[in-house]
């Protein structure tokens, strides 16, 4: 039985398109303030920077968030302003972390790294939830559970049954309920529920 699913799974993915990510929109003013009022400090202050973020519900904040996540952020010593860093040779090169415009360029001990730690990357994971798949702009919603469909990653599924219990749009709930079969395919050993999320997929068909 278990080769049988194995086998189905395997020809379910494959034959279905891969899905764009999340559409983005321009940045707003209050999530650009966010960004220019950043300070510098510990843990608890950047925790509190990715809620204010969260608060915005500016899905044009999700870049902002990989690069916290990925850190490549830094704070110019001399004035405290965030920016993104890409190190060159012995500088950095700088660039607004929103709209990507040029700031020039600094050394390492110019600037103070942002960092992470589990604690941060679970905040991190609780605003891309709610600014996608709890998003109040249905289309980034549907985006977004097309997204998590292709990712398959387990960490999105507490946010996505969530996402389902909330959902009243038919269209979307019913792609965020292949998004968690998805899901429960990919890293599931239970195999009920494997054959349920199947028959979940199977409905799918070749939908775009």
Do not use: W
Request: hydrophobic content about 45%; charged content about 30%; aromatic content about 4%.
């Amino acid at each position: 039985m278990r080769a049988a699913v194995l086998f189905l799974l395997g020809f379910l993915f494959a034959g279905l398109p891969g899905q764009s990510s999340v559409a983005l929109a321009q940045p707003s003013e209050k999530l650009m303030t966010v960004v220019e009022e950043f300070s510098a400090g510990g843990y608890s202050a950047l925790e509190g920077f990715i809620e204010r973020i969260r608060d915005t519900g500016d899905s044009a904040a999700l870049p902002l968030l990989d690069l916290i996540e990925k850190g490549l952020l830094r704070v110019r010593r001399e004035d405290d302003r965030l920016f993104k860093a890409v190190k060159a040779d012995k500088t950095y090169t700088l660039s607004n972390p929103l709209t990507g415009e040029a700031h020039g360029a600094a050394t390492k001990r110019e600037l103070k790294k942002v960092r992470v730690n589990n604690r941060i990357r679970r905040a991190l994971a609780s605003a891309r939830g709610t600014l996608t798949l709890l998003s109040d702009d249905p289309e980034v919603r549907l985006s977004a559970a097309q997204a998590v469909f292709t990712a398959r990653d387990a960490a999105a599924l507490e946010t996505l049954q969530q996402a389902i219990t909330n959902e009243t749009d038919e269209e979307i709930l019913t792609a965020l309920q292949q998004a968690e079969a998805a899901i429960i395919l990919e890293n599931s050993d239970d195999e009920a529920r494997r054959i349920a999320a199947i028959g979940t997929i199977v409905n799918r068909g070749d939908e775009d």
